[in-house]
Nanobody
Framework: QLQLVESGGGLVQPGGSLRLSCAASGENLNEYTIGWFRQAPGKEREGVACISGDTSDAAAVTGRFTIARDSAKDTVYLQMNSLKPEDTAVYYC????????????????WGQGTQVTVSS
């Protein structure tokens, strides 16, 4: 069974950068469309970016966040630059099953999440 593991979160100052990683065990992650989502306290989970094959699409954070896949390492990354306090959330990666890529209900396997905190 596919298991996803996110890593790379932490505490960063506003304007800083982080790179999150999404790795898998059990199956080849390269076969899946992968989405990154985030959920802040008291808010709904929202889509950040997704990648199908090597074709990426980013949501409202376009220009600051970039999603990329390293097929050799079977890992998907989320590079986050110019971070803002409002980017503070738990970030999740997930495998797309069917339906709109921006909807969390379209995704099946989820990782446990990694906390990103942007604060001075």
């Amino acid at each position: 069974q596919l298991q996803l593991v996110e890593s790379g979160g932490g505490l960063v100052q506003p304007g800083g950068s982080l790179r999150l990683s999404c790795a898998a065990s059990g199956e080849n992650l390269n076969e899946y469309t992968i989405g990154w989502f985030r959920q802040a306290p008291g808010k709904e989970r929202e889509g950040v970016a997704c990648i199908s094959g090597d074709t990426s699409d980013a949501a409202a954070v376009t220009g600051r966040f970039t999603i990329a896949r390293d097929s050799a390492k079977d890992t998907v990354y989320l590079q986050m630059n110019s971070l803002k306090p409002e980017d503070t959330a738990v970030y999740y990666c997930a495998t797309h099953l069917s339906g709109p890529m921006s909807s969390s209900s379209s995704y099946g396997y989820w990782g446990q999440g990694t906390q990103v905190t942007v604060s001075s």
